[in-house]
């Protein structure tokens, strides 16, 4: 309130000097003007100077009294804004659908109201680089690990009554604009074997798959080239594409209206209390417990330690090198803490193109068995097409341009291939994002990890991280707050796979 | 330092203080302010907890009502069969049926009260179904799912037949061939997308859907699709921009 005061002061003296013009510097250090060669006539443009000033400085008053009240946000402190809070129960790090998805199913769950304070941190607001909102935003259940049909199966439940789940009071309804067009998967003779066993799997679990002979997808299809084709499987329900950016924000509002912390700045560092065992061979285990997670505001060298209990890792892409800052991976030859989270980024095109003559309405999420994928955009003709190289072709994943020459090269021909429509269509445009690829066996890795008693780890997906990311959210808020999976067993996607060697492959990466 | 009072942002115009369950008016609707009692509503909503919760609780309270009356007659199933329990199905959401090799229709009355003769032609499938007006959902399908034989729905006006409901649909692709989803306030294109499987339609009716943005240009791709249905309610041109401006180009060209 002082500088309220000053600031009223100065406006005394302001007002005096505009009616004292001349004595006005001899004065300034005594708050009373001395009575010396005073200036009869103010004039007008005195006069209005002082009503000006007079009401702003009674704005800039009122503002002050504002401030002052309680339910604002000043300190006397001068401190940064956007710091993150100094303490946090759950620190989520990465603000992908991942991370708000987790966001959201902590704040649903706890019991009491603020029951555990949540932080979400994400170094990049606009999202550029995120997979999240660079992802084509397909859904399928179409898989040959049943744990990832149920997740997909859950997700999509989800998302049918997305409104009861994430409908804030007063706010516009959340609209995914989704088409249910389903996926159509084609295999040649080498692969129908596994397709059928896949379709089985997958009925089990509850998904509607129909399996298609070459003559019946010609029917239903006609301008499919079914050659080389002995199988396809054609999905009914549940299946087909959003917008992935409706998805994060209407997470992102929910969690936020639950009170969910947010903050802006890249983890730079755990501060970790570190407690050593011997097993009964006679080896040291470090165990770890994170004390302090490091955010470094963004543009700045400013670090604040948010103190924690639980740190969730789910960083996308980059959750390999967060995972690093802990000590993962760094560790005597042959024991559990030299073993990695084996998740890096892997750069994927994705080319828009027009074809005037191309499919319709109907034309699903078509994935052939050479690897190309192709969805219908819109209405007026575009398409969205893919594929991901082989192994020893990967592009190098240290920025995002395009690499035009891939289409021409490798894409096109398989496409035009398949899809004879696609032999005159136009490339209008393209953009590359990150797959968080998982290098050793392509699926999720869920759970905690061995040897840092409370890092979460939820990343790893390989591109089918966004269908999946209500499920895993609520798996992994259960892991947190209830101990253990409770609606959805997912111990099959533990790290301890990773450790052993035991990978649990998906035979259906797109 | 973290502010302390959550500030939530005054939504655009709305007909109900209820969460998310508001009128999905079309994109360019302009934003028209709140009447008095739900900006004093929302100013208590926002200001204070508990009636907060009150209307949290009052708009579950409306789900769970809507989801009770979509619920699977498992009893019903078990006595009399799939087909019984159908029609007791849709008795209830006040809709009406006619049976295959009946000519009358089976409706409740003004008061809602229905007779229980139908128990009695429990071999008989449903024909022709009028769900108009009723509260039918994605989860009612379950009761109907027995019903082979359907060649006629109607869902005139149903506020909770959205895209995913269109996409269950394929359960009757052998059998239905007229179907109306007229004033559907939210079925958009992406559950359109999903009738194609709908093979022997014949009859679909898709006048004002306010969620479809071009009407014309989805009858023409689903005329594509659908080579045998005729689509009512929907002209070519509708969606399109004013065409005051060709007549304009066409004007000039010929000075």
Redesign the interface.
């Known amino acids: 309130m002082w500088k309220t005061w000053t600031g009223l002061a100065g406006a005394v003296q302001r007002v005096r000097a505009s009616l004292h013009p001349i004595p006005y510097r001899l004065a300034s250090t005594f708050l009373c003007a001395p009575h010396s060669a005073r200036c009869f006539s103010t004039g007008r443009a005195a006069c209005k100077d002082f009503i000006q000033e007079l009401e702003q400085q009674l704005k800039a008053f009122r503002h002050k009294a504002l401030t002052a009240m309680?339910?604002?946000?000043w300190?006397p402190q001068n401190?940064t804004a956007g710091?993150p809070?100094e303490r946090a129960d759950i620190v989520i790090v990465g603000g992908g659908v991942v991370g708000w998805s987790i966001a959201y199913w902590l704040k649903r769950k706890e019991r009491v109201?603020d029951g555990v304070r949540v932080l979400v941190v994400e170094k990049d607001p606009t999202y550029s680089q995120a997979s999240t909102v660079l992802s084509v935003g397909g859904i399928r259940q179409q898989f040959s690990l049943p744990e990832n049909i149920h997740l997909s199966l859950a997700s999509a439940d989800f998302m049918?009554n997305i409104?009861?789940h994430l409908?804030?009071?007063?706010?516009?309804?959340?609209d995914l604009?989704?088409?249910?067009?389903?996926y159509l998967f084609l295999a040649s003779e080498k692969g129908a074997a596994v397709m059928e066993e896949n379709y089985r799997t997958q009925r089990d679990a509850g998904a509607k798959v129909l399996l298609l002979s070459p003559t019946q997808l010609k029917e239903k299809f006609p301008w499919i080239n079914t050659e080389g084709v002995k199988l396809a499987s054609y999905g009914?329900?549940?299946e087909?594409w959003f917008d992935p950016w409706s998805l994060l924000n209407a997470f992102r509002r929910k969690a936020l209206?639950m009170?969910v912390?947010q903050c802006v700045g890249e983890v730079t560092g755990f501060r970790y209390s570190s407690h050593s065992m011997s097993t009964t061979d006679g080896d040291m285990v470090a165990f770890k417990r994170i004390k302090y997670v490091n955010v470094r505001m963004p543009n700045s060298l400013e670090v604040q330690p948010v103190e924690c209990a639980i740190v969730v890792n789910a960083a996308g892409a980059q959750s390999g090198k967060v995972a690093q800052l802990a000590g993962i991976g760094s560790g005597p030859e042959d024991s559990l803490a030299s073993v990695p989270v084996p998740v890096e980024p892997r750069k994927r095109y994705v080319y828009v193109l027009n074809c005037p003559d191309g499919p319709?309405?109907?034309t699903p999420f078509l994935i052939d068995y050479s690897g190309v994928y192709c969805r219908r955009e819109g209405?007026g003709g575009n398409y969205i097409a893919g594929l991901s190289p082989e192994e020893n072709e990967e592009p190098d994943s240290g920025d995002l341009e395009v690499n035009y020459g891939f289409f021409q090269e490798n894409l096109w021909p398989l496409l035009a291939r398949r899809l004879p429509a696609f032999e005159c269509c136009k490339v209008t445009s393209a953009w590359a994002g990150y797959y968080d690829y998982n290098t050793f066996d392509q699926n999720g890795i869920l759970g905690l990890h061995p040897l840092v008693n409370n890092m979460y780890i939820a990343t790893g997906f390989s591109g089918h991280g966004l269908q999946q990311s209500p499920a895993v959210g609520r798996a992994l808020a259960e892991l947190i707050l209830d101990g253990g999976f409770r609606t959805l067993d997912l111990s099959a996607l533990g790290f301890e796979r990773i450790f052993y060697k035991e990978p649990v492959l998906e035979r259906n990466i797109v | 330092?973290?502010?302390?009072?959550?500030m939530?942002?005054?939504?655009?115009g709305?007909t109900c203080?209820?969460?998310?369950?508001?009128s999905?008016s079309s994109v360019s609707s302009p934003p028209s302010p709140l009447p008095l009692r739900s900006r004093m509503l929302?100013f208590l909503?926002q200001h204070f907890?508990d009636i907060?919760a009150i209307?949290?609780w009052s708009s579950w309270l409306g789900?769970w009502t809507r989801q009770r009356k979509n619920v699977y007659y498992s009893y019903a199933q078990k006595q009399f069969g799939s087909n019984v329990a159908a029609a007791f199905y849709i008795l209830n959401l006040k809709g009406g049926f006619r049976l295959a090799g009946q000519s009358d229709w089976v409706r409740p009355n003004a008061k809602g009260k229905f007779s229980l003769d139908f128990i009695n032609f429990s071999d008989l499938s449903i024909e022709e179904v009028d769900a108009s007006g009723t509260v039918i959902n994605?989860m009612g399908l379950n009761n109907l799912v027995s019903q082979q034989k359907l060649r006629c729905l109607s869902l005139r006006g149903c506020p909770e037949v959205d895209?995913?409901f269109?996409?269950?649909l394929?359960i009757f692709k052998d059998s239905l061939e007229e179907l109306d989803l007229s004033g559907c306030s939210r079925v958009?294109?992406?559950?359109?997308?999903?009738l194609?499987?709908l093979r022997k339609l014949r009859k679909l009716d898709l006048s004002s859907l306010p969620r479809v943005q071009?009407p014309g240009?989805?009858r023409i791709?689903?005329e594509?699709?659908l080579p045998h249905c005729h689509i009512m309610g929907v002209e070519y041109q509708e969606g399109l921009q004013s065409s005051g401006a060709e007549t304009d180009i066409k004007a000039t060209s010929g000075l």
Not at chain 1, 167 to 174: A, Q
Not at chain 2, 8 to 12: A, D, E, H, M, Y
């Open positions: 309680p339910g604002s946000d300190s401190t710091l809070p109201r049918r409104n009861e409908g804030v009071l007063n706010e516009d309804p959340v604009q989704f088409t249910h067009s389903g009914l329900e549940n087909g209206s009170g912390y319709g309405l109907d209405l | 330092m973290v502010p302390t009072m959550r939530w942002p005054v939504g655009l709305w203080l209820s969460i998310a369950r508001r999905w929302l909503v907890h907060e209307v949290s789900n994605y895209d995913w269109l996409s269950r394929h958009s294109v992406g559950g359109l997308s999903a194609h499987h071009n240009l989805v791709l689903l594509e699709v």
